[in-house]
């Protein structure tokens, strides 16, 4: 059983920039690999990033590409989702999702884990 947490949330104008943050609740990430997703009022639940249980591969989608960056700390206690340039389009709860797939996939359903959520919203 893995507990995801979920921070650094918030409202940023056009532009701006977010950084959140998905911690594991007592214990690692070690064999996980974690992704982000995120779900718009009215629409699907849709993939966003993604890093690896080693940390050697990323993923991203392409509306996110070259915008967002997934990392995670060398403990592996915490992966973050760097948002640079954001745009109202990215205005959604941003959830990460936790999988023992050793790559990352763009699935929801291949994820068991999830975190509750923070909101992002991104003022024009």
């Known amino acids: 059983q893995v507990q995801l947490v979920e921070s650094g949330g918030g409202l940023v104008q056009a532009g701006g920039s977010l950084r959140l943050s998905c911690a594991a609740a007592?214990?690692?990430?070690?064999?996980?690999?974690i992704s982000w997703f995120r779900q718009a009022t009215g629409k699907e639940r849709e993939f966003v990033a993604g890093i690896s249980w080693t940390g050697g591969s990323t993923s991203y989608a392409d509306s996110v590409k070259g915008r967002f960056t997934i990392s995670r700390d060398r403990a592996k206690t915490t992966v973050y989702l760097q948002m640079n340039s954001l745009k109202p389009e990215d205005t959604a709860v941003y959830y990460c999702?936790?999988?023992?797939?050793?790559?990352?996939?763009?699935?929801?359903?291949?994820?068991?884990?999830w975190g509750q959520g923070t909101q992002v919203t991104v003022s024009s």
């Open positions: 999702a936790a999988t023992t797939q050793r790559t990352v996939v763009a699935s929801k359903n291949e994820y068991d884990f």
């Open positions: 007592g214990r690692t990430f070690s064999r996980y690999t």
